[in-house]
């Protein structure tokens, strides 16, 4: 059984950084895709960014330039550096991870979420 662990959310104040980190654990040697996800209150959950193991990215056109996806050395480890945060960005965060490259965008291992929150 494939477990995703995050850290690092929190509460952070408008201008602030915060960085997440996920951690694969189980019998999955690799992941080619590992990503980030968000959900906030009221809202579908959305892509913040994904990365290939080849190092091909992507990002939301809301955090372009301010969020940093970035992979371990370990095969099944995701960080989310995040500068200038704003109220908006108050969400879960999820790490998500694939074996394989998505079809139809369909990830198949969640984490649990840790929260994040902006506000003075």
């Known amino acids: 059984q494939e477990q995703l662990v995050e850290s690092g959310g929190g509460l952070v104040q408008p201008g602030g950084s915060l960085r997440l980190s996920c951690v694969g654990s189980?019998?999955?040697?690799?992941?080619?895709?590992m990503g980030w996800y968000r959900q906030a209150p009221g809202k579908q959950r959305e892509l913040v960014a994904d990365m290939t193991s080849g190092g091909t990215t992507r990002y939301a056109d809301a955090v372009k330039g301010r969020f940093t996806i970035s992979r371990g050395n370990a095969k099944k480890t995701v960080y989310l550096q995040m500068n200038s945060l704003k109220p908006e960005d108050t969400a879960v965060y999820y790490c998500?991870?694939?074996?394989?490259?998505?079809?139809?965008?369909?990830?198949?291992?969640w984490g649990q979420g840790t929260q994040v929150t902006v506000s003075s």
């Open positions: 998500t991870g694939n074996e394989w490259a998505l079809k139809n965008n369909e990830w198949d291992y």
């Open positions: 189980g019998s999955i040697f690799s992941f080619y895709v």
